[in-house]
């Protein structure tokens, strides 16, 4: 069984910086699509940027481009956010997703628990 552990959030100002790793455990990490993704009370998940097995290639919404970037270290099996320029209307609750044929869809087989990030203004 595959699990995911995030850590990293917090609070943070307006224009700071955050960095969620995600650790993952019980699975061939190396070959899975790997992804965050998050949530805010009342609305759906939404992707935030995946990464491919070989971090060859790599996938952002249009609301993070350029201020977030998503990485791997297959060695370690974890994934990374950086979080840069932080806005208010980051702040929710970031998931990790790993092993997906459809990376920016929430068609995914593992979820983590989550961790918050709370963007001040």
């Known amino acids: 069984q595959v699990q995911l552990v995030e850590s990293g959030g917090g609070l943070v100002q307006a224009g700071g910086s955050l960095r969620l790793s995600c650790a993952a455990s019980g699975g061939t990490f190396s070959s899975y699509v790997m992804a965050w993704f998050r949530q805010v009370p009342g609305k759906e998940r939404e992707f935030v940027a995946a990464i491919t097995w070989s971090g060859g290639r790599t996938y952002y919404a249009d609301s993070v481009k350029g201020r977030f970037t998503i990485s791997r270290d297959n060695a370690k099996n974890t994934v990374y956010l950086q979080l840069d320029n932080l806005k208010p209307e980051d702040t929710a609750v970031y998931y990790c997703?790993?092993?997906?044929?459809?990376?920016?869809?929430?068609?995914?087989?593992?979820w983590g628990q989550g961790t918050q990030v709370t963007v001040s203004s």
């Open positions: 997703a790993a092993n997906s044929r459809v990376p920016t869809t929430t068609a995914y087989d593992y």
